[in-house]
């Protein structure tokens, strides 16, 4: 008795589910995706594309370039930041106080992620996020009783000196031989000879004291106070 084989069914493209349809939204979604679990430098249009079922060619339609896309992934990271100003709960009451709560909470963001803090540096967001941090910001700082100006270019002095600050201690978080390089920069300060370096001599151990915490907020009051006490050139009085 022979044996007849079974013929297998062939299966129709028509019922393999759709491909979802592209969207800004989704791309930048999967942008932010593939930056946590793979880092920063996953994040190219190749690499989308591929996550995407999809060519690059396709995402050129919902973003310009790599660095419009690094510019979206940061501000989707800005939902993060808390506008609250509650200083972690403890419920700052004064324009300062939630200031520097904005600001840290900022800083703290971008420390989690510390390739894209670098980014940040040069990047230019202009998404949701963005503004209502920018927003938050000029609304707190106004009502220090600074003039417009200041106010005005008072927030891109605070962004950027968090953005750095960010930056710079996240690379160290996250370099193994940044704790060694540390030791021998301090090591070398303290082994200048007063003679030839007084200044530096004068001035040990104050340059290295003080926790990140204390720095973070006194680097904060200096900026502060300078752009509500520094008229901005040609500045009525």
Known sequence: MSVVGVRREPVSRRERPAKPALSRRGIVDTAVRIMRAEGLEKVTMRRLAQELDTGPASLYVYVANTAELHAAVLDALL????????????????????????????????????????????????????????ERILDLLSRSGAGREQVAWGVD??????????AEQATREHDPHSEGD???????????????????????PHLVSGTAEDRMRWSF???????TGTPVPGQAD
């Open 182 to 204: 540390w030791s021998v920069a301090v090591g070398a300060l303290h082994a200048v000879d007063e003679t030839t370096h007084p200044a530096i001599s004068a001035h040990i």
């Open 79 to 134: 939902g993060e930041v808390d506008l609250t100003g509650r200083e972690g709960g403890k419920g700052g009451k004064d324009w300062r106080g939630q200031l520097r709560a904005v600001m840290t909470s900022y800083t703290l963001v971008l420390f989690e992620h510390p390739q894209l803090a670098r980014s940040a540096l040069v990047a230019r967001p202009s998404g949701e996020n963005y503004l209502r941090l920018v």
């Open 157 to 166: 002095k605070l962004l950027q000196d968090a953005t750095a600050t960010a």
């Open 221 to 227: 009051d200096v900026l502060v106070n300078g752009i």
